[in-house]
Each structure stands twice: as C-alpha cells, then as structure tokens.
C-alpha cells in the first residue's frame, strides 16, 4: 500500500507528548510515518496543509464496536423518558422484527420507572421479548421468554449471569454483524478514533466474530475476547495473536463486578440508596488467580471490568499473591481511595477509564454511593500521580464521539491538551502489542494514524479528514 512517499505539509502538528502544537511536516510511506521536521522534498509529492490542523488519531481503549453499530438500529431504547412511548415503539417495531425480540437501553432514572414484567404484559401481551439496561448489565425478561429457557427469575429481573448466558442463546446472525461492525466503524471514524480496543463476543460465536473482523480494513482494532472461565483460554488458545495491521487479538475480557447504575459493582461498603447490598463480584480470588496464571502462561492480555473499591481490592490482593503476572488492563476503576492509587502505581497496571461516565452517571453514581464520591472519577489524580492511564469511550454506553470524554475530562481539571494526550499516545500505550503502542502520535515509525481539521481542534470541531496507515478513511474518496 502506497509504497511511493507522500509529503504532508505546513500543518500546527500537536504532540500529545510535549502537549503543544507545533509546525511539522511528515513523510508518510507504507502505513507509516517515515521523517518528520521542516522538509521540503523536490519530487515527492505534496499535501499543502497550510492553515490546518493534525491531530493524531484517537486511540478508545475501551469500547464495543459492534454495540455502536447495533445502537442505530431500531432496538435501541436509550432516547426515551417516557415509559408509554417507549412500550408504543417497541410494538410498532415488533412487526418488523423476529421473535425472540431484543431491545437495549433503558434507563429509570429518564424513564422514572424500572420496566417491569407486568408493564410487559400489560403493552405487548405474551412476547418472547428482553429488554435491557442502559448499562447492558441487567434486563427485564417476558414470561413467555423466562418459560422458554428454564430461567427463574424475580419478577422478571435478570441478573448479570442470566443475561450473558442468555444472550449467547439468542445470537445474531452474521448478516446483522457484519452491518453493525460497518455502522460502528464509520461511526468511529467519523469523529476521529482510528485505534479501538473492543470487546465484541456477546451474541455471537468467536468465529464469526473474528470472520467479520478479519474481513474489516480501516479501523485498528484490538479485539479482547469476553470469556467465562480459565478453561475457555485454553480452548481458544489457537485464536490469540497479531492478525494484520487492522486486528490483533491479544487476550481476554473478564468482567469482575457489574455496574453501578445496576447495583452490581461491588462496593467495599454497602450501598447507599440499598443497604445490605454491596453487589456483586462474580469471580472469586482464587479463579481470578486462575485467570492471571493462564494468560502469564499463554503471553496473553488480561483485561479486567472493575468498577467497585471491592473489585478493586480482589484485584490487588490477586496480584500481590500471584506468582505469575500477564499484562493487565484494568477498565473503569469508578471508586479509588488513594491507598488503591499508591498501589495500581507500584505496580505499574494499565489502566483505561471514561471521563464521559462523569458527565452521564454522577447524580446516579452520588445516590448509589454518597460520601464515596470523593473517591469516584479522582482520573486526575491517576494522571497526576503518573499512573498508565488512558481514555476511552466504552461506546455504546457513551457515544464513540472523543469530543464528549473530552469535555467532561476538562470538567474534571484536566486541559484539553492533557485529555487529548490521554486519548490518544496515553490509550495506545495500553496495548501489549507493540506495534499498535505506535500509534496516537506523529513521529517516525509511528502508524500514518491522523486527522486534518480546517478549524482549529481546541474548538471542539470534527476532523475534515481522517487517515489511517497514509489512505485516507474519512470521508474517503
Ligand atoms: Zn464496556
């Protein structure tokens, strides 16, 4: 891929390490950035970006892109705040749909009431129907569904368990997959994320997961297969690997706790607004040591949900007594006392969280909490202190759109600068995959991964132009 050498000149160049903009020219060939400086190369030729801005491209270390794709699909749920018209669309769509039926996205505190079974009932009469949370961590299940699969549940309430067992037996087809891995890249890269760290294997099978994966070439993707159990790595073993300069699949998603919106991230203490209830921690320390042995063994990743200071504290009291450590990634990390950033710092944990969640779930997150909000979204406090600490989205909970983790970023003390730092060069460096480290950033041997902006970024505008590996991506030609 074009191998002959393009000169990109004139633009402000920021540089997510010194956290400036400067005038820098590039030379991009085969994927990547081969010379930068003042260059002036009689011959090559030459994109005058005299007036524009580059930034590099957006590395999300934590999304789902096929759940950014299905989100623009009718299943969505999330625009409602009212609990009848949210039931009269749900019949309507039923029409166009097939049974077993689907919907994500509710959220009671716009809704102002939890959906339950009886509402089920009472609007769509006896479907085969589940409808879950914003979250995607809990749902509502119809009797005539419950009945179907044995489940037994609390009016209709099911747990997070239930649910992922669930789902992997109503799955997509390959058809619906492929239209939203489509839908979700172009959504990424529309707004600028080039590199996304996702994990992808609900509702489908790992082959055609990676089937679909495979076959996708503008996006990077870092897939991180969700598993269950110890076992399942070493079943899958074969899979794990560098694929191409578009996909890498160099470990495994566990989720240790739930959500707090759900009430199962596991708290420390016990819930604010539900006492007696510190939620849930679904594996035990000794499985989750399993878990750290057979990736260490296997040179995979380890990438691990923890929300609560609970989850937290299972993850550390693993490490410390672990005898063998892989490379981890710890997501959200919602609730953490200083002693906990004292420690994630020692040990040198990679960590992604969402500023976005800020902006979105506060109100919910002080009612769940209380006090503990002075240890909740302390992000800058881990950049401060110096920590491995990138930004992501966790699209489709938050929009894939950088701008929105940006904004709340600067709400929480940070400058633009510094929260496009984290977005980009800080998120990359979060891989184990040494070639995907190179990326977010415009210096030699780093990816050709950047965007042009006709007005100045800081602005908070989309790129113009987005390239990925030298070829333009967006809009694309
Ligand atoms: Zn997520």
Known sequence: MNSEPILFKGAKVFDPLCLRFRNLDFVVQSQKIVETGTLSHAGYSTVNLKGYWVLPGFVDSHCHILGVGQKEDVCN????????????????????????????????????????????????????????????????????????????????????????????????????????????????????????????????????????????????????????????????????????????????????????????????????????????????????????????????????????????????????????????????????????????????????????????DREMARSRIGDRMKYAYKFRDMYLKMLKVGFSSDAPVETIDPRYGIEAAMELGFEWEEAVALYTWGSAQLSSIPVFRNAGRIAKGYYADFLIYDSDPRKMSIPASVFVGGREVYPGR
């Open 77 to 360: 749920l999330e625009k409602f705040d009212d609990i009848h018209k949210m039931f009269e669309h749900i019949k309507h769509s039923l029409r166009s749909l097939s049974s077993p039926y689907v919907f994500r996205g509710w959220d009671e505190t716009k809704l102002g009431i939890v959906p339950s079974r009886d509402l089920i009932r009472k609007f769509l009469g006896d479907v085969e129907i589940l409808l879950i949370r914003r979250c995607g961590h809990v749902a509502v299940i119809s009797e005539a569904l419950e009945r179907k699969h044995g489940l037994h549940t609390k009016n209709g309430m099911v747990s997070e368990d239930q649910l992922s067992d669930l789902l992997q037996k109503i799955p997509h087809s390959l058809e619906s997959l492929e239209i939203y891995l489509k839908k979700g890249c172009e959504r990424a890269l529309k707004y600028g994320v080039t590199t996304i760290h996702s994990d992808d294997l609900h509702r489908t099978n790992v082959v055609k997961l990676i089937t679909i994966l495979r076959a996708q070439r503008k996006l990077r993707i870092q897939e991180e297969l969700a598993l269950k159990t110890p076992e399942d790595v070493y079943k899958l073993r074969k899979l794990f690997g560098f694929y191409s300069p578009h996909l890498t699949i160099p470990g495994i998603k566990i989720y240790l706790d739930g959500s707090l919106g759900g009430r199962t991230a596991y708290l420390e203490e016990e819930y604010s607004d539900k006492p007696g209830s510190r939620g849930v921690l679904n594996h035990t320390c000794e499985n989750l040591e399993r878990f750290l042995n057979v990736c260490a063994a296997n040179g995979l990743t380890l990438s691990i949900h923890v929300i609560g200071d609970g989850a937290l504290n299972a993850v550390l009291k693993t490490i410390y007594r672990a005898h063998r450590i892989p490379f981890i990634k710890l997501i959200h990390l919602q609730i953490t006392k200083p002693e906990h950033i004292i420690k994630l710092k020692k040990l040198r944990i990679n960590i992604t969280v969402q500023p976005g969640f800020w902006k979105s």
